[in-house]
């Protein structure tokens, strides 16, 4: 089993910056891609970003490609989302994910474990 622990969410003005952390625990070794996902109020839960195991692999979703970043120490068991240049329509609870697989799905169904989300909280 392992334990996935977000950290980092609060509230920003558009234009600003926040950084989300994801502490893995437990079963570690079995981790090979991660990923964060978003849901906003009303939305399903949407692919933000993914980062493979060595990191070579980052897909990002249109909607946040050029503005965040996922970086993971894999020594330290985080990973991280960097999010610059934030949006109103960024606000969402954000969600760190992992898989036994290093494919760097944007699908979530390819993720096995989830933590319970941080809130991103973007006003105008």
């Known amino acids: 089993q392992v334990q996935l622990e977000e950290s980092g969410g609060g509230l920003v003005q558009a234009g600003g910056s926040l950084s989300l952390s994801c502490a893995a625990s437990?079963?570690?070794?079995?981790?090979?891609?991660m990923a964060w996902f978003r849901q906003a109020p009303g939305k399903e839960r949407e692919f933000v970003a993914a980062i493979s195991w060595s990191g070579s692999l980052t897909p990002y979703a249109d909607s946040v490609k050029g503005r965040f970043t996922i970086s993971r120490d894999n020594a330290k068991n985080m990973m991280y989302l960097q999010m610059n240049s934030l949006k109103p329509e960024d606000t969402a609870i954000y969600y760190c994910?992992?898989?036994?697989?290093?494919?760097?799905?944007?699908?979530?169904?390819?993720?096995?474990?989830w933590g319970q989300g941080t809130q991103v909280t973007v006003s105008s």
């Open positions: 994910a992992a898989a036994r697989s290093n494919t760097a799905s944007l699908a979530a169904s390819m993720y096995s474990d």
């Open positions: 437990g079963r570690t070794f079995s981790i090979r891609a």
